[in-house]
Each structure stands twice: as structure tokens, then as C-alpha cells.
């Protein structure tokens, strides 16, 4: 079964950076459109970014997304970080007809 695990949270100042991980068993990372998301306490889960399926990197503004083959291995790259930006961000692979999840990992944002 494939299996997916985050890593990369923890506390940090406003304006400062996080590189989070996903780390992909079970199944190739080149086979599945991977995505983040996030989720705060009371609120619903939102797509932070998508990388499909064949691309390496995708910009988007204050978070990268990137994949690492060789590593198997998903990135999610936050710069300048906002209050706002606090939740538990969740890691995501996707092919037809399945979708596969990460338990999360924690990042909280506080001045």
C-alpha cells in the first residue's frame, strides 16, 4: 500500500521559512499527481499547491512545490511565513481512480 509521511513543521517567527517533506513508500512519486494541502482547527482542508504528474517544480507565490525522484521524496518550500499560515499541512498522491494521504505535519506561525 502506498504510504505517505510528512516532516518538516515545528515553530517559527513571521518571516521566517519551512521546507516540509513527504516521503512516498510503496509506489513511485514519478507515477502520481502530488499536491499539499492544509487544515486549520473548524475549517475545511485547502489545496495549497499541485505538481503534476511529470513536472518537477511549480511556483506559487510564497511556497514552492518541488519532487525529488531519486529521493522519493515531495518538497513544499514556505517563505515569509504568515500568522495565517498556521495549520497541519497534509501531503497528497494522486493517479486515476486513487488518492492517497499523509497523516500531516504541524506549522505554527507565531510573533
Known amino acids: 500500500q502506498v504510504q505517505l509521511a510528512e516532516s518538516g513543521g515545528g515553530l517559527v517567527h513571521p518571516g521566517g521559512s519551512l521546507r516540509l517533506s513527504c516521503v512516498v513508500s510503496g509506489g513511485s512519486i514519478r507515477n502520481y499527481d502530488m499536491s499539499w494541502y492544509r487544515q486549520s482547527p473548524g475549517k475545511q482542508r485547502d489545496l495549497v499547491g499541485l505538481l503534476p504528474e511529470g513536472s518537477s517544480t511549480n511556483f506559487l507565490g510564497r511556497f514552492t512545490i518541488s519532487r525529488d525522484n531519486a529521493k522519493n521524496t515531495l518538497y513544499l518550500q514556505v517563505d515569509n511565513l504568515e500568522p495565517g499560515d498556521t495549520a497541519v499541512y497534509y501531503c497528497?498522491?494522486?493517479?486515476?481512480?486513487?488518492?492517497?494521504w499523509g497523516q500531516g505535519t504541524q506549522v505554527t506561525v507565531f510573533s
Open positions: 497528497r498522491a494522486q493517479r486515476t481512480g486513487r488518492s492517497y
